[in-house]
Nanobody, 126 residues
Framework: QVQLVESGGGLVQAGGSLRLSCAASERTFSTYTMGWFRQTPGKDREFVGSIIRYAAITRYADSVKGRFTISRDNAKNTVYLQMNDLQPEDTATYYC???????????????????WGQGTQVTVSS
């Protein structure tokens, strides 16, 4: 059982930056594909970005490509989401998730992620 705890959310003005962190309890963290997703009230949860176990391959949603960067530190059991040039439409609750083990595909399919954090709120004011 992997426990995930997100942090780093908050209120920021448009054009600003935030870095989200997700700490995992599992010592085999390095084997998991890790993903970030977000959700706003009344909408489905959507994919933001993902990274395979050794960080060689990442994937991003088109809406964040070029602005967000996902990275991981396997020694610290932590995955990060650096968010730059934030816009009001980025306002959401952000979730990290642990997905397929030993995969070379940074999947964006939510159904393949087995463990989820509680989420952290990001609010971007205009």
């Amino acid at each position: 059982q992997v426990q995930l705890v997100e942090s780093g959310g908050g209120l920021v003005q448009a054009g600003g930056s935030l870095r989200l962190s997700c700490a995992a309890s599992e010592r085999t963290f390095s084997t998991y594909t890790m993903g970030w997703f977000r959700q706003t009230p009344g909408k489905d949860r959507e994919f933001v970005g993902s990274i395979i176990r050794y960080a060689a391959i990442t994937r991003y949603a088109d809406s964040v490509k070029g602005r967000f960067t996902i990275s991981r530190d396997n020694a610290k059991n932590t995955v990060y989401l650096q968010m730059n040039d934030l816009q009001p439409e980025d306002t959401a609750t952000y979730y990290c998730a642990a997905g397929p083990i030993a995969s070379i595909d940074p999947t964006n399919q939510q159904r393949l992620y087995n463990y989820w954090g509680q989420g952290t709120q990001v609010t971007v004011s205009s």
